[in-house]
């Protein structure tokens, strides 16, 4: 099994920064990809970036060349982070993990992330 759980929401304000991270644990090695999801208010769920064991990054039409990530050397630890947030990156962000064997995925909470003055 895999766990994953996000850490790093809260309010920001119009161009403020964010610092998001995500910690896997369990079956650490199962681990195919690594990454962040994220769902506005009313819109579908999508991908932000993700990174996978062979080391390719991978950026969803969300990054829009706005978002990248960073992982530890132990694969367990993945941060995303970004300055000059917009009103348009309010959202629940969600932490991801696709197993190598079946692509099953596992999924943390999320943590809101409101951009408000």
């Known amino acids: 099994q895999i766990q994953v759980v996000e850490s790093g929401g809260g309010l920001v304000q119009p161009g403020g920064s964010l610092r998001l991270t995500c910690v896997a644990t369990?079956?650490?090695?199962?681990?195919?990809?690594l990454g962040w999801d994220r769902q506005a208010p009313g819109k579908e769920r999508e991908v932000v970036a993700a990174r996978t064991r062979d080391g390719r990054t991978i950026l969803g039409d969300a990054a829009k060349g706005r978002f990248t990530v960073s992982e530890n050397n132990a694969k367990d630890t993945l941060v995303l982070p970004r300055n000059n947030l917009v009103s348009d990156d309010t959202a629940v962000y969600y932490c991801?993990?696709?197993?190598?064997?079946?692509?099953?995925?596992?999924w943390g909470p999320g943590t809101q992330v409101p951009v408000s003055s």
């Open positions: 991801h993990a696709l197993r190598t064997s079946d692509y099953v995925g596992f």
């Open positions: 369990g079956n650490i090695a199962s681990i195919y990809v």
